[in-house]
Every structure is written in structure tokens, then in C-alpha cells.
């Protein structure tokens, strides 16, 4: 005997254009469309805002929060955080300076070598402290918020000795003009620089094991230990390149700047998380796309540039900030729940 | 009953041997001095009650804990596996009672988590496609390998799991209650590849609770009490019920109690009932007070969800959902559980346990806002200890110490600690979402005769079970779930496994 | 050679910045009557221009013979924990106090119980509203900001072509910026020069650096940067890269070494000096004179001075900033 | 050879006084015994630090910490964060200047009634902020970083605004003199309401079902909300109670400042989270205890304090307290190992 139910309207186009939409919605994320908007609103409010100049500097100013992001995304995909970014950022910036002003006063006549002493010093510096972070983490189990909040404030003391508070000059203007200003086929290096780095990210973290293992330890560090997956080495692994994304961001804004500063990168830590959230990377880890945490990077540094030219008044930019960032997160709840509804 | 030490074949040593394993837990020997070996080509099972050290022993074999003494020796060699890694690496794979599928990924890269397939550094995510492909229709199973785990159900989480031991190089294959929430048709799927791989030598220990299994699979069978080596016997040798006083110590006696049937009212009624995800498209039921309902289906054909979606899990797309009289389609799960609707899940880890936190907090969750807990906003924590501890003596719990994080318990009895919860409060309407998953066989006897107790004193019960006899026994009407919709409805004599079984694969009731 | 006598502004009634300043000679003690323990009290210790305040002090120290212990509190938001370390400082005893506030009205209590507790209280830099302060040595930061506007409108006065100004006067709230703010609007009102567009932000040179390339963008025919030291040091290499060093100019309202630098070199056009070295020096000087009851002028601001390419080789710099070989320094035993 | 890896064989009684220490150390956790070392080291350094005076002023330097990390440490229960703890001092320190120096001039003769009501506006000001964020994360589903960043932005911008970036005075003297430094039995009045409120907040963690519901949703949201919890209503009400926890230490605050001030507060989040975590309060919900949290403060004000009279250099001193915080929570690490190790 068989009750089996009369058939409910199913109606999957009942509405086929809506529908498309809906699915594009789903498919492409909030961020392009909230990017494709954003240019819409500030295009309409300031005339200089749609220019190739004005873009090319949105996207060099979006640089170094972009390449600081896809660090902090490794971190957050294996579940933990890395608060100690402003502070990578700062001592790679004072030791590069440091060094390289050092090396060019020790052999004015290799000027690109002092260069590159001076940048792999600042590098190996910044890295270090993921190193330390990382082994904290890894074979202390320490909480990566405490672990990389405390180096945060021992390396932020050390980069604060080590200048004594004043930036450090005297790199050679080379370094500058070209890492900082220099441009290739009509981009600025630093882009370049990004862009490769971005390339770097995408493969490591979809196409290598190692990225694998990051989604892994996140998802489910039990799991993943069960495995047979090295985890340690993987939350080692994870803060080492964060430290070392920032480090290179760091020696960018070292050029960018012309000095070396302790006071640099302190408001990083939360803007790269927020750059990465916007882009719907988890906080409790596993889940995380590298192009949305660049366009997500790219998202806040234009708005911020599009408030500038629109000459909003500084207060309000803070609020309209806070305003948007959490409009992103909602909108990308709507998506999902959008998303649930198709059925593929 | 032969003694397994006198058993051994001269000149070949064991492929795998434990002497004198200890572990400690805190407050609790997990085992004690256990011995244990295993032969190549042999399946080999371990039977126990819940905490009887089961799962402890095959994750010190597994490499996943470090016993705190005692000798491993693989093929007379000494081994030890620190990691999970290592013991892989030695062709020792293992199927865990708490899966180890990462839930963000994809099926085919939980199949291949931990030792993905590369070419030159990068991943080879084509070739990984094939073989996951080919791996799941060889096992049978159907999944979409591009699946999300987390939107899959426990079965089918289970069915990943399980293929992904049979992905790798074995020597030594164990599988930790690999069956509790699969229906036959993927069990016996299962059973095929274990003899397979039985034929080329391979050691497999494996764990249930489940008798029918052990007589279709085991060759030996080793039983635990308390940490402490009982016996190791030959399977052909021994009884069920012989098995069970060995487990026990004491005789169980009838497992499925008979529960009397006297239809009242109508409690629930779910008429033509479609979710948004798709899973049930149209299907009606109804249950009455003192009746027991059992739905049954396969992995996957709704039963499940359509309960989920009365209780207000799932987003439905039509039809009605009638509790007590009052149209509740789409209420809150927090409304129905007040107007007394009781909902078990099935997967204990993801719906149902904090794990860090005690059992007993667990146990009383929801009936905190009821009177001896409920002091108008305060809560009275003397009372709710006590009260935990009644439910907790009633359900057995082992060790008895409910004020322990429920991460520190056995499968079984973590299922205990959920199942207690429907203890907490009067309901009139419970439904039991695979209940007895990883509980033994004399608990499951006490389960089923304290589901028998609610049903007679008037309550409407519906249990929702894969596994069969449960079904089969139990019920006093059932519905067969087939694609989202009720392929049929059997009542009393009815319920047969040559009735059900047709049904299952879409077959019209005769 | 000794700092001293130098050339001060007064101000008497002291506190009053009402009434008009006079102008004195300011001679310190020879010597302390014994080494007194000196608290001080920093908002932060991270950039050059509170560097230099630093060494004034300690230099004053050593020179005197008095114990110094100096804190920071880690930056202008951190005004619970300042108070936290004038707490603990001084309750391990102190003589006097010198303290570089972080808010004008909200240590007002704690001056209150220092005085209480009869340690004398000395306000440096920042300025604070408490009636019961023991002396003061600062400039108002309003005087500073005047100064860079009155540089700027004395250059484009009232009638002649006007000329377009982007004014980033620092992190929003901290009172220093909004008094700089408030000289800088007064003083260039009724000029030629048109303030384009206000930009607060943080005093990290990242920040002042994306502010100016924005501003830039917004306003492609502007004519003056305007703004703090740091937005100075942040828009030379910026200006010099697009082109724009000869168009737009910039002016600093504080200064720096890296100020100074670009000031030689004529990056940057000017910036008015408040010689934080000198403050620290009497500051310390008026709090060892409180400690030992011979304080005479309880108000004293070194003479702001603007300096540009023209003048910056006569200018004893050794006022402003802390020699190169100097380090923070927290303790003089 | 055995496989009991490094484990060395269990020896219950070999050495009964360790096994005592030990288990002491397990029982009575990792602060208590960090404070003792911390108060025998500072009192070795410096003769003032063992005064009453002197503990009575770490005591009350405290209260703010203290009190805002009871909040912080509810919302943290339920898995979340609240980065909106800064915000929400300053804008009640602006709100309940402005409002209680209004009173004040419009009812002169009635000024403990201006006292009271402007206390009231900033309470109210500062607690909306909460259930602005709680109906973010609750009702919106927007992950609570960014909905309590996106509010701290938007809350700052409001507090200046309201300020134009100075602070507001004007509120009656008596304010500051009872609420700010007024003592009853010898106790500042701040410690009074601290004590108060840490009593509040235990009984309501421990024994109302308002309380065990927050553990439940940081336990297992699932599981909560199948068993009948009103998880939103929980959520909502968790950072309401957060905001008006910090409400209340910004209107002590206020008083202790005599001014309101929107530049107050931005080292909170951090710092409040950071004495959580060492409290053994898990980031991922569902564990901590209210005792511990108040030891957390205590402990980083403590340490501050000491590092303070022994005279140690700040730049020092940030690297001191970066290492301390790391120490701490190896030191439970260690613990929690011990733990393990004892039999029941
Ligand atoms: N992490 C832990 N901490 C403390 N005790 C534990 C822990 N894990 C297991 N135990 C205890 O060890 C004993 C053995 O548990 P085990 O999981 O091996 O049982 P089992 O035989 O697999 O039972 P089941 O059939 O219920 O799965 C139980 O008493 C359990 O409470
Ligand atoms: N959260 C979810 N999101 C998407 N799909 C889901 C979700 N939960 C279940 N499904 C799908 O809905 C279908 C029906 O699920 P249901 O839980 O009813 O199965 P079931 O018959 O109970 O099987 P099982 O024996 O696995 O529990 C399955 O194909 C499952 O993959
Ligand atoms: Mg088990
Ligand atoms: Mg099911």
C-alpha cells in the first residue's frame, strides 16, 4: 500500500531571468559586484575618480595590504590568526633600512648589491618572526592569538631599540626610485611585484600539498592529523609565509617611503582580517579563495580612495567604513543563502 | 574456545602483535596489560561493551595515541608508530569511529587527504578525479565526488571514510564500527571489498557491535572488558549468546523487547511535505500516541530530512505539517520542542554534543527552562547534578562520571549522554534519529526497552533507523523511503525484510 | 656651549594664554641641592620630535644631578595607562613630575591628587587645563599651527592670486591636532590661501602617504601641502616621483630631522620649530626648582621660529632635535 | 622495545610531595601561582611595590580591564568577539560628559539627579552599541569580527563627531570626586563596583540559564539550538551584556578622567581578548570561568605596574610583557599536560 505522495510543483525556471541573475550572483561572489558598484557611486561623485591614473594608484595603494592579506589568509585557513603582520611589517622595514644604509656606506661602489644585502636582511628579519610565531604555535600549543599578539609586542619593542624612534634614512636613492617608483610597461613595480606574488599564493595554496594541508588543519585538525598529515609543519609552514608575504610588503613600503619606520603597519593586523572575512574567508579556518582576499584588499583601499576624492569628511569616512564592511559580510549571507536555494 | 597464543602457526610470526599494552587515561585504565594479534589474512574482531578499550587499542595500533606501556611487534619486529603518517606508511590504514574527514573539503579531496597524488610539486588533480571516480564505483558507493563533506549526511560521510582506507597500500586494514549509520546495500558493499582484500593477505581487525556481522565476517573474535584481554576465540566455535556473557560477564537475554500497540490520537501528521534542498519532494505521514513508527530507506532517500524539515530544520517548499492538532509547518525547533517534540540527530559530533563541555550540561539542555532545574532565570545546579546523574544510572553511562567533558567518553557512551537528553522532559512525540549508533548490544537492549517504556506509557515515537532489524523489530507500522517520497507503508506483519528490501531500490509494494 | 641664558617667551600671571606674552631670559639652576627623583610622563616615545624632548631632558638631568625615570605610554589613546604610569611612578616617590599629556582635561584629577600628595606638577609640550599645575614649558600647539598659516598668507596675502591648500593636520581627537588645526584655519582666514580639503589621519608615514597621494588625485591644480611633519617626509618622494616637486610645495607645522633634511635641500618650504629640546630642558629645570621651592617663571615657551631654506643654516638646530648619537632614554641614575 | 615512545613508565606514588605539587598546580591553574612569582620577583625589585598602596592602586588601575574582559570573556563563550569594546568606552565617556554636563547647566540645583541621569545616557548610549552588533551576528548572521569591527568604526566616527575630535568637560565636580576617587571602608569606589560586577557577572555565567546558554552556543551551536536554546536571543543578549559591562567602565573611566574623551580605549579589544585567552578562555567557545578572567587582568596590570617601579625600560617592557603572555599560556599548556598525566 503505497501513499506515496502526489507530486509538489517543483518549478525550477519558473522565473528564468531572476533566476539567472540570482545564479550569476551566486557564481561570481559579492566582491566584483560590490567593487562594480562601488566604481559606479564614486565615479558620480568625483571626476578624477575613473581615471587610469587614479586606478593605477588605487591598485599600487592596495599593494601592500593585498600582499599582507594573502598571508594573513594561510594563517586563517589553518585556523589561527596572525596578529604580529604591523609588527613584520615594521622590522622589516627598520632592519632592511638599516642594513642597506649600512652595506651602501661600506661599499659605495656596489650600490645594487648593498641593495639586495639590505633587502634580504629585512626578509630574513620579518621571517624570523613567523619562525617564531609559527614554532610557538606548532610545538608549544600556544593560541596563535596570544603566540602572535606577544611577538607582535616583543618585535614592535626590538624594531623601537633599534631606531630609537626616529625613521632611518640614508638608503641609496636607488633602492627608492626604483622598487618604490620604478614602473615596468607602464605599472609600477610594486604591482608587479604583487602579481607575482599573488601567483605564488594561488598555486601554493590550490596546487601544492602543502596548500592542501593548510584547508586541512582548518577544516578539521583532528582529521587531518588522523590523516597522516604533518600539521605541525603545515601551522610552522603557514606562519613562516605569512611572515614572509609581509616582509616583502614591508621592504615594498621601505622603498615606497624612503626610510625605515617603527611606526608603520599598526593598523594591518585588523585590516588584513577584515580584508580576508570580507572575502568570505572563515575564521574558524578551512575555507578561503586567494582572488577573493585580493579583490577583498582591493575593495577597502578603494573605497577609502574613492571617499578621499569624493571629499568626505574624515569622521564620516570612518563610520561609512564600518557601514560597508559589514553590508559585504550581509550581502554575502544573502548569496549563500541564495546559493542553497539553487540546486545544481 | 581456543586460546590464540596455542593457536599460532609455527615459523611465521604474526603480521601484527600487542603484548602488554596499557593506557591511562585520566581516572580511567583504557586497557589494561591488553594482548592481542593479528594473522595475515584473517578478520579479526574485537568485541566489547562501550568503553570496554576497543578504540583505544586500534589507535595505539594506528599510531593516532601513545600507549603508556607494553610492546608492538609487526612481522617479530618491534614497531612504533608515533604518528598516523608512520603507520601508514607501514601499509596500517585505518577507518576511525570519529571520522577524519575534513567537512570544508570536497569528497575526492578527503579521499586523498594526506597522500595526494603529485607531478613535479604540483597536484595531479586530474588523475585524482579518476581515481576517485573509479574508487567509489568500485566500492559501490554514490557519491559526487565533488561534493562538499559537510552537506553530505553521517552515512555518506561514513562511506568516504571507508573508501578512502581501501584507497591505499595495506598490510593491516581496521575499521572502527565502519557500518553504524549505513544501510545494507553499501554494508554489504563493504563486506565484498573486506573479502577481497582478505584473499591477498591483508590483517583486518574490525570493530561492531552488530552480531549479523560478526557471523558473515569474522574469523577470530577477541573480547574486552574493562581494558583487560577476556578471550580470543574462533568465530566458528562460539554462539552469539556465548559471545555476549563473554562481553558481559552476565546473559543479556532478548534484545528487541515486545512493545504493545495502542493507537490514540493523531500526534504528528506531515502531508505532502518538499524541502528546498530537494531531498524529500512530497511525502506524507502520520503518527499516532502509543504507536512506535519506524521510517526506513537508504543512505540518502530522505527519511531523515523529512523529520528534519517537520522539526524545523530544513526550509520547506510545500505542503503541511500538523503536530498536536495546531499547524506547525515551518515552527521553530524551540516552539515544537516546548509543545513536546522530541528530536534526536543522527550525528552526535555536529548536532548534538558540545564535547567540551560535561555530560551532564549536556544531558540537560533542554529542560532548562523546566521546573526542579528552573528557578525563574537562575538555574539550580545542585538539582540539575542530581537529575543528570538519575538519567545517567538509568542509561548506564560508563564510567559513571557525568560532570566529565563528553570528549573523554566511548562512542556508545557518548550516545548515551544524547540519548539522555529526551529523559529531561515530557514529551509527546520522540523521534530517534539512528539511536543506537556504536552502542552494545546490551545497552541497545536497555535502549530499546526504555523507547518500549515511552511508547506504552502514550507517547508517539518514531524511530528513523538504517539499521534493518531495528525496523523490523520495533515497529509497529513503517514507512520505506525511496527518492524523497514514501515508496509504501507496511503495518505489523507486514514488516518483513522480504517486504522492505524490494522497496528500498524503488520497487512498487506488491 | 651652554644653552643658556636664552631668550624665552613668559607668560605672567602665568597659565593665561590670554594676555600677552612677554619675553625674558631664562637662566636654569646651576646645580641641584640633591639628586631629587624626577618622574616624567610621555604620551609616547616614537618619533624624533618627543626624541628631542627626551634628551632635553635627560641632558638637564645629568647636567643638574637629579634621577630621571621616564615612561611612555605607547601613543595618543592610551591616556588610562598614562595615568596608570604617573600612578606608578609616583608612588614609589617622586619630587616632581614632568608630564607631556595626552588629553588637556583629563589628567586633571590626577594633577589634583599629585598635589594632594605635594608633588609638584610640571606640564610640558601638550598642555593641561588643571589649575593646580606648578609650572608649565610648552608652546601652544595653536601657535604652531598659526605660525605655518601665517607663513602661508604672509606668501599669498588677501587680494593676490589664490592658491589651493590640502591641510592633514594629524590623527582626528588627539588635542594637539585640533589645537594646530584651529591656529592654522585662523590664521590663514581672510588670505588668498583656500583650504581645499582637511585630511585626519594617523601620524604613521604609510597613512600620511596614502592621504597625499588621494589628495593629489582629488585635486590635481593644488598648489600647497600643508600638514605635519610626517606628511612632509611622506609627500617629498611622492611629489618627486610624479613630477609635481616644483608645483606643489610643502609646508610642515612641526619639526623633525627628516624635516630639517628636506628643508636644506628645499623639498620642503617650511616649517615653523617649537625647539622641543629647549622645553624638555626647562621643564625639567622648573621641576627641580619646584622640588626645591625656587621656581621664578612658572610659564615659559621657547620663541617659535620658522624656518626655511634661507635661514636654516643660522639656526641652532641643537634647540630642536636630539643629537644623532642619541638614544631614548628612560633612567639617569 | 617498547612503543611507549617517550613516555617514561607510569609511576603513580614514586614521588608522592611532586605528585602534590603537581596536582596542586592542576587544581589551582596557572595564574594564581603566575601572580604569587610575579609579586615575589617585583617586591626583590622594588621596595614600594608591596605596599598596600601600591596593590591598591594595581587594583583599581585594573578595574577597567577587569571589568570590560567579563563582557569580552561572555561574548568569547558563545564563540564570538567583541572588537567593539573600545568604541563602546569612548562613545559612553563622550555620551555621559555631554549628557551630564547638559543636566548639569539646565538643573543646577539637582545635581545628583544630573549625575545620574547623565550616567544613564552614556549606560544607554554605550549598551545600544551591543545590540546593534548582537543583532548583526545574531539575526544577519555577519561573522561578529567584522560586525564588531564594522560598529567600532562607525561608533568612533559618531564620538568624534559628537566631540569635534576635543574633550567634553563640564560635568559637576562631585562626579569625579565620589565615582572617580571616592573610597568607602578604605576601597576606591571603582573596586566596589568591580567587585560588584564580577558577582554579577558569576552568577549570571554560573547559575542562570540565560548563562549556561552562552556556553551551549559556544559548545555546540547546533546542539543548542536543537535543544530548545533561543540561540539569537542568547547571542544578542551576550553582546549587550558585553556593551554594558564596558558601558559601566566607561562611565568609571569618565569620572576617574573628569572629562569625556573618544580617544579612550583603542588598546581594549586586544588587550581585553589577550587576558581572557591567558584566563583559559577558548576562542572557540564554550569554556572559561569568570574567576580566572579577573585573575587575567589582574595579572597584565600587575605586571605592567611592577615593570613600572623596577624601573625597566618601556621599549623593555614591550618586549617583557609580548614574552609574558606567550609564558603564561605555555605554562598551561603544561597543565593541561599535567593533567593529563595524574589519574583522576
Ligand atoms: N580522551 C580521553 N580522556 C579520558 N578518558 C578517555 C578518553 N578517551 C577514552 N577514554 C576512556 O577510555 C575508555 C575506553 O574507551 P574506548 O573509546 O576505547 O571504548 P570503546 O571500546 O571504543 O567503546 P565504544 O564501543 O563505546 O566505542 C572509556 O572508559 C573512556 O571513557
Ligand atoms: N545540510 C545539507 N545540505 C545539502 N544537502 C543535504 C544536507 N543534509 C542532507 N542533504 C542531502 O539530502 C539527502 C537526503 O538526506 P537524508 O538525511 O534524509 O538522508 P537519509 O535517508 O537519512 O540518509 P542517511 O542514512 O545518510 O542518514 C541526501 O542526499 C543528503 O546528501
Ligand atoms: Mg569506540
Ligand atoms: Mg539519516
Redesign the pocket.
Known sequence: MSIAATNTPQTPLRNPPRQLLKRAFVKVGVLPILLVFAILVFRSMSDNFLTVQNLTNVVRQSVFLAIVSLGQMMVLLTGGFDLSVGTILALTSVTTALAMSGFALAMPDMILLAIVLGALVGLACGTLVGLVSGIGVAAFGVSPFIMTLGVASMGFGIALFLTGGTPVYGMPPEFGEVMGFGAVLGLPLPIWVAIGLVGVAYVLVNWTRLGRSFYAVGGNARAALLSGINTKASLVAVYVLSALFTAVAGVLLTARLDSGEANVGSAMPLESIAACVIAGVSLRGGIGRVENVVLGALFINLVQNGMNLARIDSYLQTVVIGAILIAAVIFDQIRLRFAADLKD | MTMSAQDHRPGEPPLLELLKVSKQYPGVLALDAMNFTLRRGEVHVLFGENGAGKSTLISVISGATRPTSGDMLMNGEPARFTTVHEARAQGVTTVFQEFSVVPSLSVEENLFLGSELSCGGFLAKRRMRQEAHAILQRLGFDLDPRATVA??????QQMVEIARAFRSKLSVLILDEPTA?L?DREANRLFELVDQVKAQGVGIIYITHRMHEIDRLADRITVLRDGKFIATVDARDVGQDELVGLMTGRVVGQVFPNIACRPGRAVLSIDRLATG?G??KGASLQVRAGELVGLA??????????I?AAFGLERTTGGTVTFEGKDVTNASPRRLLRAGFSYMP?DRRVEGLAMMRPCSENMTLSALDLKPLAEGPFLNRYREAAEARRHAATLELHPMRPERAVEAFSGGNQQKVLLARSLTRPFSLYVFD?PTVGVDVGTRAAIYRFIGRLCEAGAAVIV?S?DLPEILNLSHRAYV?YD?RVQAELTRPNITEAAILPLFFGQKAA | ADWYPLKVDIWDPPFDFSKPRQQAEYTPLAKASAPHKICVSFPHLKDAYWLGVDYGIIDEAKRLGVKVQLLEAGGYTELSKQISQIEDCTSGGAAAIIIGAISYDGLNNVVAELKKKKIPVVDVINGMSSPELGAKSLVSFADMGSKAGVFLAKQHPAGSKSVKVAWLPGPAGAGWVESGHKGFMEAVKGSAVEIVDVKYGDTGKEVQAKLVEDVLQAHPDLDYIAGTAVTAEAAVPILRARGLADKVKLVAYYYTPGVDQYIRRGAVLAAPTDSPVIQGRVALDQAVRLAEGKIELRHVGPIIEVVTKDNVSKIDMSTTLAPASFKPTFTTN
Open positions: 552537506r553530505l549526511t553521517r552515512a555518506e549509520s544501510t534542498s531531498s524529500v530507506g537508504l543512505v540518502g532517500s530522505g527519511k531523515s530530512e523529512i528534519r543522527p539512528e528513523i538504517s523511503f524523497g
